[in-house]
């Protein structure tokens, strides 16, 4: 089962401005060929259909581990689309509910994904960054444990690639942010799979690392996670599951070269994460409603009494 915290994985700064082209670029990694919903599809069947997991338990947990880690960075890169697209925080919804046969969205229907408007209100689903949607067939779980660690170990290195290039589009702190912290991330994973494989077949896959042959020091929103030791670490994403994978993450291994030193550890639970920025009102759009105020009276009714 899987437990929801009421933050993000990282902590995200504001947008400087509204930029929904911005917010296309981002799709990219959410419902790319290489994106988070990929990587979570991957992971997540893979721990599901896994063959003999209690004797093959450190390959299990590695891989069940990251996959909860997964689902938060579905959310987090959401997270980033829908905040480009609304732009900077404000301290109250719009008071834009006058006259909307004056074309008040006029801009949208020049923007790369008009539909991201039309249909979701400014928010993120799982397409890419033309529109097209994930599908299934972005995912392989063979139950063959080497093939899906080699392909999970590719999948990583593609994401990393295609971060690279997304950040390298970007200028808005919020979409740079989310980058920066998906590829200090991505690189932990790419790392775990290449030694587990090492594990299993004895081949030094890690030394193929890093893939794209950049290193994480070029990047400055890579920094402070790497000052952390966010490379060097792990999360279970539970309370007790999920420890056997520090026989792979873990035994004297050591962070990549080109990476700040340090022994590779697991941690348990997760990491302390940032919070969630509020997507103000617009009624205009009719989000969530042209007349909320009654709704917003219930659910403040509903709020006290629950507590």
Known sequence: MFMRVDKLQAELPAPKRKDPNAAAALQELLGGKYGEMSTLGNYMF?????????????????????????????????????????????????????????APFADMKDIRLAAAFLSHGGGATPINSNGSPWNNDFVTTSGNVVTDLLHNFHLECGARLHKLRVYET???????????????????????????????????IEKMLPTPNINLDKIPECQKYLAEGS????????????????????????????????????????????????????????????????????????TKAAR
């Open 46 to 102: 893979q721990s599901f259909n896994f063959r003999s997991k209690s004797k093959l338990r450190p390959f299990y947990s590695l891989v069940a581990s990251i996959t909860a880690e997964e689902l938060g960075h579905v959310e987090l890169v959401s997270n980033g689309v829908a905040m480009l697209a609304n732009g900077p925080d404000n301290d109250g919804d719009e008071a834009d509910g006058g006259d909307i046969s004056d």
């Open 170 to 204: 970007l200028t808005d702190p919020t979409g740079r942010e989310v980058c920066g912290y998906l590829l200090v991330r991505g690189s932990v994973h790419a790392h775990a799979y290449a030694l587990a494989l090492k594990q299993i077949t004895g081949v030094e």
């Open 231 to 302: 490379h060097r670490r792990l999360y279970t994403f539970s309370p007790g599951d999920y420890k056997e994978m520090a026989g792979i993450w873990g035994g004297g291994e050591m962070a990549l070269p080109g990476d700040p030193p340090g022994e590779l550890e697991v941690v348990e639970g997760m990491p302390d994460g940032g919070k969630i920025h509020q997507l103000t009102g617009v009624p205009s759009a009719f989000t969530p409603d042209y007349a909320p105020e009654e709704m917003f009276e219930i659910a403040e009714k509903l």
